[in-house]
């Protein structure tokens, strides 16, 4: 997890998509589209393939989808037959060079040219890739995304599918992956399903793969299916075809339905806005207090201070304006960037004057934000503050795809519950049991190795990292 | 009222901040910060001038106040003993070169140079320009700006203040304005008060105008009082002064508190959040209906959804998520355009399936949003949407600093509410009443020209304005 | 004079430009090809007007021509049936806020919209300026066109050629101007000529007036003459009409023969490139030397030091590449910056490996390039540097449109010949004589103030600037 | 070779740079004044990598290198204690990503992280890269430096030295490159010497390489000496080592001496300048006229007009003025592009006015930009024009780094000289001959396969280029 300094979130790394046409079609205005509907899950980087089955174009830079993809750019990926298209979001925290990390990840091998774009990691990305160097590899960047690639290649005696699932295999960890050569798109998901990965399909029979159903909808196309756990899907001409890799107990991220996901978007077959308001309505039952109002930090608690107003019978109000134009850059005096950062954003109304608050927020990460947002209440006249969590305290850091923290920045790693409340000034502070939200996503398994430090897909050896770090 | 191809909302032209610091302030960063809570008011150009006494720096672009005010831009005007500042957020709408014409404008006259910014309209300007025209003065810009500081400079025999008052007595219309000198910081406000003006004081001494309150908290001052309706106000070494100049029966404009001003604000002593869930309240009184779910278009349907929902026992649903990052540039096909953007901007949740909808907006102006907004929600399994406006129904152009839009392009002066009704395809069509709305509002006297025709601070001659246009 | 960290040489401040065209013509177009033959005039801003009649379109920025009209800026300006249009390049070196500052200037006034750009100064702008403000004028600029155009907006009672024509008288210094309406252009110059200004017609009988012939030829127009000292010329459906205004002593600038002006340009009636051939030839029968070899420094001492080679006897040669990237901005440590740029721009050849040089340069102002230079020459093998200056010692500030310094940096103002020569390490260094560089140009009048201190048009009262100095 | 509108003259792809500094240096700083240095062999875009052993930073992108690299990025590749750093600058002519295939390349393997700058072709890179892709290989870009990469990748059981001689032993061509690891630098040069590469020294013990010596004395340096055709040389804490890998016939590339390399620039130990007025005299005495000026086509033609006025006694003068600002960006409808370019860059000065004059150029590629000058000459009144040429006619394409047009285009092989004359328009048109150039060169092996279809380093077989073309 990183810490953005206004939201004090976990943050996700990225959103994938793709399209496979079998009519020609204007996919990179389409992948445009599938992708600005994924922005929330990374704003740092944005980038696309498209292929006619001849010419294969890509883009890629730094930015905001809508940054990176001005009209120009746009056009310059455009092909009028295309037939197949991947793009990414990226949402990345270090190094000094990320543009030559970007993806979609591009090369030619044996195979043809192909283009790679993932969501997620792989723990044993570094021993492969060591190996592979003292075969004589040459891995011009730091992602991920090239080992898979050079496995692919490797098997050079394997079409591009078995040498895809051969790579599979060979990798391990929580992650979601779509692929292209110039004649066909392939998606896959870990064995686990750590990472999300849906199927759907436009009426003109374009198939269409995203981390989210809301990019499905974003492109006219309706929600088919998820890939499932461990599965490999590929599309050509005779349409959708499955390949079960390797599949194992599924352990979907639990903070997709938390924060992440939209709250138009269904995962593996759980609403993430009803499943928000079921974690509200738990968290009442099992953390009820005696208050005036209930109100949600925005925009992510709201389905949450929904539930527990309905399950407590305390009124719901807005207490909290969010300045729509705060994830604009902001020039502050580094001393009290983070201070005015989260005061320029949040601001309270008159819903709390007088009132004795439930506040509430999908998780705590350092708890300096939250501090501050109690603050900001106390001094807008509320009496008491109630502060309610939807997520259960993290205390481990995540190796799936959610970029790592020091453990010991984790408030919850190193504080009991009554130290966070007196360091966040609230006049009580809960959160969710691990029990009550399994609950509330559905009562099936789930990945909750930043709760409880059992990781189900493995974890990484990173002692090796600094040693091989290549800042390019 | 112009209208927003997204939001098809009336357009606020403008915000205005000032500042007077007793002691050396960093004038240029307060500003910033007071502008960017502004920024909701005004999203084409922003400005500020900053003054130390004697040096006299001046900054705007078109832009919003974080793009104009990058590190380098605001380091420009920033001066290490800054007294005054004046600073301006523009929405604006016609004109090939609008950079020209944004705010502050400066200018040196026989009382040394003074900046002015102002929200609102002079309805007489044009008379009163032509008039200075055949004296020999020269207008550099189309900005009503400069005809006040005309109208200033002309009054060579008095001071700034006094001469200040007369070109209030001589021009009509509904504003507020911020005026500086390198010494001294000037308000004011026409004398029905269309247009609001606040007044705010810092720990250290430092006055603040603003057109809302929440400015003022950003700059960390506290609210005073509101400047009074046809108040003029000036800040120097010895503090607040006030001169009454021409004081009418007081009509600020209703659609602060129905859309414009923010949530956290207080305009004439009434606070917007708590207006607004009145006017819910309000139309759930009038406007009963018999459903499951109560769901407000985001964001600024928001709090008389909380009122309606409160009054009429009907529960509140999150039911259409808001993408954060929809405001941004976005390229789409200009047939597709405006479906588009309103889909790639709104998107139901699971709440409103298989429900029957109270839909909450704050007004309607050309219906064409609202269409697609009735229909996402069809789509998605709503079986009935009942829509509800807590304002009245818009049949008239503003001329007070609301951008005028022809008559005929507002659907409701050509449609009855049936008709509207019909256009939008909602089950049921009702709007707030205006003796309803003004009762929310807190029972004073409001100016509602846009429902009634009645027109408080007169009306312009509109036929010469073509003959006399500068593109420049 | 100002003083170019790497060309160490009096800079011109501006170009001017206007068309008149009898059938719609794209003037825009051919308004930025003048101004791109007139780019050596002035670096720091372009802009032009363009009207057809009804519209008025203005653009004006910082930067090079080419850099401030990109295509999207030069449509915007467009006009299919334009019939006049100005244009203006400028030179420019303090204030804060230069953008505000830039020309072509417009305003509205009695006599319709007007543009003004001029080259040159105003020597009592200052004092009618003062006089204005007192009348109750406003300036929002402080560039004296500002002046200009009040004094013609107050004569409200005239025409625009007579109102032009009361303004000149009311004027003094150095100066040439364009002035448009929708529906004329006018040119006028100072009544001693110091500023240059031409007259050329197109084959469709289109006029077009500039700064120098070279930028006649770049919009297809042939040179019919030069504007006289003291004459208006206005350009309307019957063609061009003259009036003089007021006539004096010709006295045009000596520096545009010696540097400013292109070398294929003719300023009244004298070729450049010949004139400085002659001020070779002159310089070598004045200060004659026994030396191997006559080398330019490039670009600006060609012209002379092939006149001093075909003179003197002694082999021309190419002495000092100069990189063709150098005007490019160059990062450099700042205590660096100035030896490195001129080490980045000129770099000696072989040809003066071993020989006694003859530098020949156009003239010294403060020496420090110059000092560079030799000591560069001697580095790479000249056995003596022989230093040869095409232009008298430069002892006083310009006051007619080349921006001052202070005088005490001009180092032949407080330097010997001896001393400077000491001072930049050559072994014998002369200037031409004054008279010498008269006859060089042709034995009629011209300006030579910066060498002699006796200015012909007057001289501004310094003392007030500062007092007023607006820094918008 | 390629054709610039503009110049018509063939087009330098590369220059390269490195460093290695036995000391902590700003090696960034260093690397960006030798690539500005360089700027003439490559426009279109720039980078450096530097190392101070233990990380290692890289830039490029599209560009000047003074675009490319602004404060902020140049300081971002800064390191405090660098040691070794390359750089390179592009001409770049085909593709629409170029952006990814800009050099440095870098990429990580056995040896460590590698960065490859390369100026000059692989003639059988096509066929080593099919092979490889067989084995395995992944290719990020169609950049010629990744074939060299991967196969130094490849012998994983030599060391870094070893690998490349075993790499430059596999490869053919004529190419000059430039290779580093984070300790130490490589420089290597075909085994015929085709593009050049020299050594310097600083006075603080920092070797550099260059393509030229301009960028040795840009650092600091003193040439030491030019790397041998076929030798290898590197640079650790002991100092420069050499192993000459494959030494074959030199035959430098003649065209640097006609117009590539700068004119203080000594290639292979003949200077530049000397050597183009000895192609002057040479032409002179092989092709003399009677007539009464000599005047060079600015700046190219400078060095060899000097030469032809010196030996045949006929004067020299400056009768083509060249716009300094003619390199930038220009907008022009496209029909006219081409003759307004050469116009707007090119002036004819009163030195040709009633002359017969001798125009001097470099080269002819296709013709078309000589029809203009010579119809420019006539225009300002030259009676005759007599066209001399400094190289021999070009009819064959080159595959040594200069990229290739097609035969076709090249109006030599296609026409005689009389047809060539008679196209450009000139009174009489001559070139010199091959032994001619031969000798002006210093009569030492060149290559002149432009003019003789002669490749002393190979071809390359080009069927196969658009099968595997890869835009990307």
């Given at each position: 997890m990183i810490f953005d300094p206004v939201t004090d979130k976990p943050q996700e790394e990225c959103g994938v998509f793709g399209l496979y046409s079998p009519v020609p079609n204007d996919l990179a205005w389409l992948t445009y589209l599938g992708l600005f509907a994924l922005q929330h899950r990374g704003q740092e980087a944005a980038g696309m393939c498209v292929s006619d089955g001849d010419k294969f174009h890509v883009e890629k830079d730094l930015g905001l989808v809508t940054q990176v993809f001005d009209e120009r750019r746009l056009d310059s990926v455009?092909?009028?037959?295309?037939r197949v298209s991947i793009g990414h979001v990226r949402y990345s925290t270090t190094g000094s060079n990320l543009r030559f990390n970007s993806q979609p990840l591009t090369t030619r091998t044996n195979k043809g040219i192909l283009g790679l774009a993932h969501n997620g990691?792989?723990?044993?990305a570094l021993e492969v890739r060591t190996e592979m160097l003292h075969e004589g590899a040459l891995f011009a960047?730091?992602?991920d995304s090239e080992v898979m690639l050079n496995l692919i290649a490797r098997?050079?005696?394997?079409?591009l599918v078995a040498a895809t699932a051969a790579a599979m295999k060979r990798l391990r960890g929580g992650y979601a992956c779509v692929l292209m050569s110039r004649t066909g798109l392939i998606g896959f998901r870990d064995p686990h399903g750590v990472r999300p990965l849906v199927i759907g399909q436009r009426e003109d029979g374009a198939w269409a793969l995203a981390s989210e159903p809301c990019a499905l909808y974003a492109v006219g196309a309706r929600l088919i299916r998820d890939v499932q756990p461990g599965e490999l899907v590929y599309f050509d001409r005779d349409g959708l075809h499955s390949l079960m890799v390797e599949a194992r107990q599924p352990t979907p991220c639990s903070f997709e339905w938390i924060y992440?996901?939209?709250?138009d978007s269904k995962i593996d077959g759980v609403d993430t806005h009803e499943s928000r308001i079921r974690m509200g309505m738990q968290l009442a039952r099992e953390k009820p207090v005696d208050a005036d109002v209930v109100v949600p930090v925005p925009d992510s608690g709201m389905g949450a201070a929904i539930g527990y107003a309905r399950e407590s019978g305390i009124p719901f109000d807005y207490g909290l304006y969010k300045?729509?134009?705060?994830?604009r850059t902001f020039i502050a005096p580094s001393q009290e960037a983070r201070e005015l950062k989260v005061k320029m954003k949040l601001s309270p109304t008159?819903?709390?004057?007088g009132k004795r608050v439930v506040l509430i927020d999908d998780s705590i990460v350092r708890g300096t934000t939250s501090r501050q947002i109690v603050n900001l209440l106390r001094e807008a006249g509320a009496t008491e503050v109630h502060f309610r969590v939807s997520s259960p305290p993290i205390t481990h850091p995540c190796f799936y795809g959610i970029d790592t923290a020091?453990?010991?920045?984790?408030v919850a790693s190193t504080h009991s519950v009554e130290e966070i409340r007196e360091l966040i000034g609230a006049d009580t502070l809960a959160f969710i049991s691990e029990p009550g939200l399994r609950q509330a996503i559905g009562g099936k398994g789930m990945c909750g190795a930043c709760f409880t430090g059992h990781y189900p897909a493995g974890t990484p050896l990173l002692n090796d990292v600094d040693k091989l770090a290549l800042e390019v």
């Open positions: 455009r092909l009028p037959n295309a990691n792989f723990v044993n960047t730091t992602n098997e050079s005696q394997m079409d992440f996901a939209r709250s300045n729509p134009y705060a994830g008159s819903a709390v004057r020091a453990r010991k920045e984790l």
